[in-house]
């Protein structure tokens, strides 16, 4: 069976911005991935790259603390970002305000951005943080993806109900503008659809 070619296999770390004039040149694509601190973001980007320490994986919720940018050569203007864990960031509330202040500001005038992958976990999915950001994207007009993690901690039938909840959720609040998978970077289990849709959106294919 021949190994399907996965650009994103060569992606390498670039910088982790905390401020707007950190952030490399607005152009170009770039597919952002949020979710809450510990729903499985940095597994699920170690899984659609192939590798086992792009993103770091911490026991501590909340690491993530800046944009962090991802490369992909030979491309130079082709970026995955990973946004910061939110939820239950133990920082100062100078600091979570200066964030949320950081990242409205990236959402409403990053031109470079062309979709979100909003990470959850499949057995607590939609919480407010979740919709938040799906809420980031529907103002922008641009493409969202929910991606309902963990899916190995539940048996078919109850991830089946799962995503069905989910997707008639998104359906009512959104239309048909947010798409939604079940995923698993321990089994990989929904990886090579989730690939497909950010080689998409980065125009990799």
Known sequence: MAVVPNPLERATYLLAAHNHRQLPP?????VAFAGRSNAGKSTA???????NALARVSKTPG??????YFAIPPHEDRYLVDLPGYGYAKVPQDLQAHWQQFLDGWFTTRQALRGLVVVMDIRHPLKEYDRQMIGYAVRRGLPAHALLTKADK???G??????LAVRKDL??????????QVFSGESKQGVDEARAI??????LA
Do not use: H, P
């Open 198 to 203: 950010v080689n998409g959106w980065l125009e």
């Open 26 to 30: 607005d152009g170009g694509r770039e």
């Open 63 to 68: 690491r993530t603390q800046q944009l962090v």
């Open 158 to 163: 109850a991830q089946g109900n799962a995503l």
């Open 171 to 180: 359906a009512a609040s959104y239309g048909d503008t947010v798409s939604v």
């Open 45 to 51: 980007l170690n899984a659609l790259c192939r590798q």
């Open 154 to 156: 539940l048996g078919r």
